[in-house]
């Protein structure tokens, strides 16, 4: 059974407007979650993170919002560039205290287009 | 510096056939990762290694996979007697685990396995 749930396998937005990517989750005990972009032929790259004690967070562009109570979040880009044309994955980990057991448990990931 | 290296970066392998893939962390990062992608999947957790700390193998598909990290830093998986399902994209990921939090993790390039 999938924890982390990303619904839309693509997304296209046209250039400066508002890219907006979808993420449920199922799992309650998931506390911290990130936002991680793929080029082809390339690993993910770290984009942004949220710990549950907070419900938005800001860097630059980018803004992610969390909904506890909803077990979803969102990633906005504003504005969009067709720069951020990538495959977006929306990642959870509990985080243990001090366990350090970090593993993130991925959704299958969404296909943005961003047209000139 | 440099970031997480993996080799090879593409290996074709006979079903049945036994193979390596290799991954270098991040200096200085005591957390290091396995996942694996396959083909309109998102990222499954293999095996993650903190420290001396037993590993945890909790995310390995079959007792035909296993990894190593040797001295804390370069890690190993390895796959026995591969089958056509092993195909997929493996990617290393290290990071600095930190205690309380989720930490963000740095993912390597990845090896692009098929298995024929």
């Known amino acids: 059974d999938q924890q982390v749930k990303q619904n839309s396998p693509s997304l296209s937005v046209q250039e400066g407007r508002i890219s907006i990517l979808n993420c449920d989750y199922t799992?309650?005990?998931?506390?911290?979650f990130l936002w991680y972009k793929k080029y082809p032929a390339e690993g993910p790259t770290f984009l942004i993170s949220?710990?549950?004690?907070?419900d938005k967070n800001e860097d630059g562009r980018f803004t992610v919002f969390l909904n506890k109570s909803a077990k979803h979040l969102s990633l906005h880009i504003v504005p969009s560039q067709p720069g951020d044309s990538a495959v977006y994955f929306c990642?959870?980990?509990?985080?243990?205290?001090?366990?350090?057991?970090?593993?993130?448990?991925f959704g299958k990931g969404t296909l943005l287009t961003v047209n000139p | 510096g440099a970031g997480v290296s993996q080799s090879p970066s593409n290996k074709v392998t006979e079903k049945g056939k036994d193979v390596e893939l290799r991954c270098d962390p991040i200096?200085?990062?005591?957390?290091l990762y396995w996942y694996r992608q396959s083909l309109g999947q998102g990222l499954e957790f293999l095996i993650y290694f903190q420290g001396n700390s037993a590993p945890d193998k909790s995310g390995l598909p079959s007792d035909r996979f296993s990894a190593e990290r040797t001295g804390g830093s370069v890690s190993t998986l390895t796959i026995q007697r591969t089958q056509q399902e092993d195909s997929a994209v493996y990617l290393c990921?290290?990071?600095?685990?930190?205690?309380?939090?989720?930490?963000?993790?740095?993912f390597g390039p990845g090896t692009r396995l098929t298995v024929t």
């Open positions: 990642a959870a980990s509990v985080s243990a205290g001090g366990g350090s057991n970090y593993k993130l448990t």
């Open positions: 200096s200085g990062h005591t957390a």
């Open positions: 799992n309650s005990m998931f506390d911290y």
């Open positions: 990921a290290s990071s600095l685990a930190l205690a309380g939090s989720g930490s963000r993790q740095y």
């Open positions: 949220i710990s549950s004690i907070k």
